[in-house]
C-alpha cells in the first residue's frame, strides 16, 4: 500500500515539473494578484503580459500557458490577443484554502522561444458565498422533565466555510418559555453554544417542544442557517457520555498507507441500556480532512483514507462528538500530527548576483546571494551547498538558509571572461536529495594592459623629393584590454629634427598608427632621422607605451652634375695652350665636375658632342681628361672648340655642358694679340692710359715665359712632356656641399693647382701646369657608356670662337 501511495504522489507530471525546474535558463520574479472568489469565468485577473513586460504581439509565437502547481486543475488562463490573465474556471475560496486565514492560488506561467517560467500568486479573497450550516437538520433532546432550571445542553456549532467576519458571528432562538441560547467562546476562540433551561419542563403540559435556531454570519448581505430543536421530554437519561480525554493527540507520517490506523478514541456513559450506548462521528469537517480519514462509529478508531502531506498541512485537528441513545453528546478534540519525511529535493533561489565583476575585485568580494529552501523539516531540511568546479569563488553561509558567493582570488578578464558556476544543494534526509542551479558571472574589463607594439622598433624607407602626404610606414599596437580600453590611439611624441618640430615632417594617424609624409625630404640636406610613436588606449587612466620609427631617405637623381673646370662663368673663357708637336696621346687638360648625388647618381661620363677638328682630340670616359688622339699636324686649326657634355648614371640621367678653347702654338708669339679678343667679347671700357699698362704688363710676362719655354725645350726631346699633367682646380672652386663624405662623390682630393704666368690683360690670365696625378675612378668600377647614348643638344653652338692677334689663354680661378 505504501509503494502505490508514494507512485501516486510521483506522478509523471510531477517528475516533468521537477526536470522543468532543473532546466531553465531564465525565471523571473514573481506576479501577484488579488481577487475575490467565485469571479465569473473570462473575468479578468489582470494585464500578464503587461505586468511581466511581454509583447502582445509576440504573445502568441511564444505558445503562453497556465500548468498549476502539485498538479491540481487549472483556474486561470491567458487571452492570446489581449494578454489578459483571465478565470477559466470557479475559484472557490473555501476548497481551495479552507479556513486558512491567508489563500494564495499559485499558478505557473511558462513560454516558450526563449524558455521562461513565472511564477503566479492569486490571492484569493473571502466573500460571503456560504452561509452557515447545522451539521444536522434537526437536533433532537430528550430531557427528562426532572431536569432542574438553568441546566445547560450543548449544541452543534454552525458550520460556515467563510472565514474572518463572514463566518458564524451569533445564534438566535426563537421566543419560547422554557429555553434560551447562551453563546461561550473558549480559548481558542470557538465559540460554544449552549440551550439554557430557563423554565421547568412539565411533560403533563408539553410533551415535546420545536424550537427554531438560526445561526446568523457577519458578511454584507448577511447570510444564516437554521436548525430545528425538538425536545422530547423524558422521564431519564440523566448522563451524558464522557471522553477519557479531552484532547487526544497522535502522529502519523506523510505518505502514510491507506487503513493505517491513526488513534481510537472512547467516551463512557454512566446510564444503562439505550441511554449508554454510545456512536462516534466527526463534528464539522472540511472535505478535505474527511477524505483523509475514516472514524468507526462504533470504535472510534480513525484510520487514514488518502494521502497525507506534511508540507500542506503539518497538524491536522478532528472535533469528535460522542452521543448516547437519548441523545446526549459529549465531544473531544484529537490533534494529528503529520510527520516529515524526505520527499522534497531543496530549491535553490538566486536572490541577487553582480552579473558583471571587474576584474580588480579583491578576494572575498560578496557578488551573489542565495537562498536555498527545503519544504521537508528537522533533518530532511537541513541543507548543505557547496561549488564542485574549481573556480575562483565559494559560498560562505550567512543568515539562515542564505549563503554569500564571494570570490576566493585574483581575477583576470584576458584569461577567463566568463564563469559558468553550478551550486549543488543536499539535504540530510536519508536518503538525501539535492538540486543544482548554473549561474553566469562575466569578468568586467579594467585598463590593466598598456598597449604593446608588436615590433621593437620600426623602420621606414622614403625616396627624397616625395609627395606631402604619402604613407611611409605603419606602426601597429595590441591591447589585451576590451572596447574603449582596448582601443588604441596613436601620436608622435614631441621632439626636434634638424631644429624643427617633428610635426613638421611627419604625421601619424591616430586610429591606424599610418605614418604620412608632412613634406618633401631632401636627401642632400639630411640621410635620416629618428622619431618616437606613442600608443595610447582610452582607459582611465590612460596606459602608453613608446616605440621608435627610423626615417631613411634615399637618393633620387635630382641633382644635375656641376662643371668646376673649365669655369662656366659667362664673363670669361678658358683656353688652353698646345704644342705643335704635341703627339696622339698627349694630356691636354681635364674637365673636372661633381655631382651633389650620391651613388650611381653620381658617376659621371664625360663626352665631346662637338669640336673643330673631330678625331684630333679624345677625352677620358670617366676621368674628363682630354688628350690629342693623333699627332697635331701643320694643316690643324691653331683655334680648337670642344664642347664637352658631363652626364650622371641616374635615371633618367641629368648632365651639363662646357667649351673648352684649344691654342695649337709652341710660343707665345705666335699668339694673337689678347687685346682685339679682348675688346671684342667684353667690350672693355677701360681708358687709354690703363690699356697701355696692361699691354706693357702682358709683354713682360710673354718675354718671361718665352724664356722659360726656351730652357724647358732645350732640356726636354720631346715637346709632350710640358703637358704630362692635368689641371687641378684650387680648394676654393669646391662648394662646400661637394664634400666627399661617404667616398661615393665625385670630387678627390689630390688635385693641385699652380699659376706660372698672367697676362697684363685686365680680364684674361694665362698658366701654365705643373703636374697631374692621375686619380680618376678606374673604368671598371663606373657604369660603361658610350658617346652615342647622349643627345647632342649642342648642334646650335658656333665651333670656334675667333681671336684677333695677341691673345693669350685665360683661366679664371
Not at 128 to 156: C, R
Not at 243 to 265: C, G, H, S, W
Amino acid at each position: 500500500m505504501k509503494g502505490k501511495a508514494m507512485g501516486k504522489h510521483f506522478s509523471p507530471w510531477i517528475l516533468c515539473w521537477i526536470s522543468l525546474y532543473i532546466g531553465l535558463r531564465s525565471v523571473c520574479g514573481d506576479v501577484s494578484y488579488s481577487i475575490a472568489e467565485e469571479m465569473k469565468r473570462g473575468s479578468v485577473i489582470g494585464n500578464i503580459a503587461r505586468d511581466l513586460g511581454i509583447g502582445v504581439s509576440t504573445l502568441s509565437s511564444r505558445k503562453p500557458r497556465i500548468d498549476p502547481e502539485r498538479n491540481i486543475k487549472r483556474h486561470c488562463n491567458v487571452n492570446l490577443s489581449t494578454g489578459d490573465l483571465i478565470v477559466s474556471d470557479r475559484i472557490d475560496r473555501e476548497s481551495l484554502c479552507s479556513k486558512k486565514a491567508t489563500c494564495v492560488l499559485k499558478e505557473e506561467l511558462v513560454l516558450e522561444n526563449p524558455l521562461e517560467l513565472h511564477r503566479i500568486s492569486i490571492h484569493v479573497n473571502d466573500v460571503n458565498d456560504n452561509s452557515p450550516q447545522f451539521s444536522e437538520n434537526l437536533i433532537s433532546f430528550e430531557i427528562t422533565e426532572s431536569v432542574a432550571k438553568g441546566a445547560k445542553f450543548l449544541l452543534t456549532e454552525a458550520y460556515d466555510a467563510d472565514i474572518g467576519s463572514n463566518t458564524v458571528q451569533r445564534y438566535v432562538l426563537e421566543n419560547n418559555d422554557h429555553f434560551t441560547i447562551n453563546v461561550d467562546t473558549d480559548v481558542s476562540g470557538r465559540r460554544h453554544c449552549e440551550l439554557v433551561l430557563v423554565k421547568e419542563l412539565d411533560r403533563e403540559k408539553e410533551s415535546e417542544l420545536n424550537l427554531i435556531l438560526t445561526a446568523l454570519d457577519g458578511g454584507s448581505p448577511q447570510r444564516s442557517g437554521t436548525a430545528t430543536i425538538h425536545v422530547t421530554v423524558l422521564d431519564a437519561n440523566d448522563n451524558a457520555p464522557v471522553f477519557t480525554k479531552a484532547v487526544y493527540q497522535a502522529t502519523v507520517p506523510e505518505n502514510a498507507p491507506l487503513n493505517t490506523v491513526v488513534i481510537r478514541v472512547s467516551a463512557s456513559d454512566a446510564d444503562d441500556g439505550p441511554n449508554g450506548d454510545v456512536t462516534y462521528n466527526f463534528d464539522h469537517i472540511s472535505d478535505e480532512q474527511g477524505s483523509l480519514f475514516f472514524l468507526d462509529a462504533k470504535s472510534g478508531e480513525i484510520t487514514v483514507t488518502g494521502l497525507i502531506d506534511h508540507e500542506a498541512e503539518a497538524s491536522i485537528e478532528l472535533r469528535i462528538r460522542a452521543k448516547d441513545g437519548p441523545g446526549l453528546a459529549s465531544y473531544c478534540t484529537v490533534i494529528i500530527e503529520v510527520t516529515d519525511v524526505n520527499d522534497n529535493p531543496p530549491i535553490i533561489n538566486l536572490k541577487s548576483l553582480s552579473t558583471s565583476i571587474p576584474e580588480n575585485v579583491s578576494p572575498g568580494t560578496e557578488v551573489g546571494i542565495i537562498n536555498v529552501q527545503d519544504r521537508d523539516s528537522d533533518n530532511n531540511k537541513q541543507v548543505r551547498c557547496f561549488i564542485q568546479q574549481s573556480v575562483p569563488f565559494k559560498l560562505v553561509p550567512s543568515i539562515k538558509n542564505y549563503y554569500s558567493l564571494v570570490t576566493t582570488g585574483q581575477l583576470d578578464r584576458e584569461l577567463v571572461s566568463d564563469y559558468n558556476i553550478t551550486i549543488t544543494a543536499t539535504d540530510e534526509g536519508s536518503p538525501p536529495l539535492s538540486s543544482s542551479k548554473t549561474v553566469h558571472l562575466s569578468v568586467a574589463d579594467i585598463n590593466d594592459n598598456p598597449p604593446v607594439f608588436e615590433e621593437q622598433s620600426y623602420s621606414a624607407y622614403v625616396t627624397e623629393n616625395n609627395k606631402p602626404g604619402s604613407s611611409l610606414c605603419s606602426v601597429t599596437a595590441r591591447d589585451p584590454d576590451w572596447r574603449q580600453n582596448g582601443t588604441v590611439v596613436y601620436s608622435l611624441l614631441p621632439a626636434e629634427v634638424n631644429g624643427a618640430q617633428v610635426s613638421s615632417y611627419l604625421s601619424v594617424n591616430g586610429d591606424t598608427g599610418v605614418i604620412h609624409a608632412v613634406r618633401s625630404f631632401d636627401y642632400e640636406q639630411w640621410r635620416s632621422f629618428k622619431v618616437q610613436v606613442m600608443a595610447r588606449d582610452n582607459g582611465s587612466p590612460p596606459l602608453s607605451s613608446n616605440v621608435s620609427v627610423s626615417v631613411f631617405i634615399s637618393d633620387v637623381n635630382d641633382n644635375s652634375p656641376q662643371i668646376l673646370y673649365p669655369t662656366p662663368e659667362g664673363n670669361s673663357f678658358m683656353t688652353e695652350l698646345v704644342p705643335k708637336a704635341a703627339h696622339g696621346g698627349s694630356l691636354v687638360s681635364k674637365v673636372i665636375a661633381v655631382d651633389a648625388d650620391s651613388g650611381q647618381n653620381a658617376w659621371m661620363s664625360y663626352h665631346i658632342v662637338k669640336s673643330t677638328e673631330p678625331g684630333l682630340f679624345t677625352i677620358g670616359l670617366h676621368s674628363g681628361e682630354i688628350r690629342t688622339q693623333r699627332d697635331i699636324s701643320e694643316s690643324d686649326s691653331m683655334k680648337q672648340n670642344l664642347i664637352v657634355a658631363v652626364k650622371d648614371n641616374g635615371q633618367p640621367s641629368l648632365s651639363a655642358t662646357c667649351s673648352m678653347y684649344l691654342l695649337i702654338s709652341d710660343n707665345l708669339a705666335e699668339v694673337p694679340e689678347l687685346k682685339d679678343i679682348s675688346y671684342e667679347d667684353k667690350n672693355s671700357k677701360l681708358t687709354s692710359y690703363l690699356i697701355i699698362a696692361l699691354v706693357c704688363v702682358s709683354t713682360f710676362f710673354l718675354t718671361f715665359i718665352i724664356i722659360i719655354l726656351g730652357v724647358r725645350f732645350c732640356r726636354r726631346r720631346k715637346p709632350r712632356m710640358l703637358f704630362d699633367g692635368a689641371v687641378a682646380i684650387p680648394s676654393a672652386y669646391l662648394p662646400p656641399n661637394y664634400a666627399d663624405v661617404d667616398g661615393t662623390g665625385t670630387l678627390r682630393s689630390t688635385y693641385n693647382y699652380d699659376a706660372y704666368l698672367t697676362t697684363g690683360s685686365r680680364t684674361s690670365d694665362f698658366k701654365f701646369v705643373s703636374s697631374y696625378n692621375d686619380n680618376t675612378l678606374p673604368a671598371d668600377q663606373t657604369l660603361r657608356k658610350s658617346p652615342s647614348d647622349f643627345a647632342d643638344p649642342f648642334d646650335d653652338l658656333d665651333a670656334s670662337v675667333e681671336v684677333g692677334s695677341g691673345i693669350l689663354s685665360k683661366y679664371s680661378l
